[in-house]
């Protein structure tokens, strides 16, 4: 005679729980929107020991300082006579190249793509650790 084996129904397996907070690509592109983002994501915990994070985070730091020195230099030479009329032409032009350069490099993070910002980048790694 064949024995009969009575299978138990096995219970549903759930999910596994995904960690508390933002996935990385959101946390990468959230470190772009200002500099105050990112210097909150080098502070915390989960955070500051994802790699990738790091690199956001200091690029985004360093482009917003590149930024405000290219500002100073293009006040500066809006005050010298004769040439402040090539910073009315230079102002918009620097303001919408760092702008583009801005939204280019944060919808990248957002999508988890890394663009390295040629000078800035190589900062940014050094200090992330990559």
């Known amino acids: 005679m064949a024995e009969q084996v009575e299978q138990t129904p ?8 995904q960690a508390a907070g933002m996935s990385e690509n959101a946390t990468c592109g959230l470190a772009y929107i200002t500099f ?8 915390t915990a989960p955070y500051n ?8 985070s200091w690029q985004s730091i360093f482009l917003a300082i ?3 020195a290219l500002w100073v230099v293009i006040t500066v030479i809006g005050m010298i006579p004769g040439l402040n009329l090539i910073d009315i032409l230079l102002a918009p032009l620097v303001s ?15 999508t988890g793509k890394m663009i390295k910002i ?3 980048a190589a900062f940014a790694a050094k200090q992330a650790g990559m």
Do not use: C, E, Y
């Not at 020991?49 to 956001?56: D, E, L, M, S």
């Open 66 to 68: 590149g930024w405000v």
């Open 96 to 110: 919408l190249a760092f702008f583009v350069l801005w939204l280019i490099v944060m919808i990248s993070a957002f």
């Open 49 to 56: 020991q994802n790699a990738k994070v790091r690199f956001h």
């Open 36 to 43: 105050i983002p990112a210097i909150i994501f080098l502070a």
């Open 10 to 17: 096995q219970p549903p397996q759930n999910p596994p729980a």
């Open 118 to 120: 040629p000078v800035l």
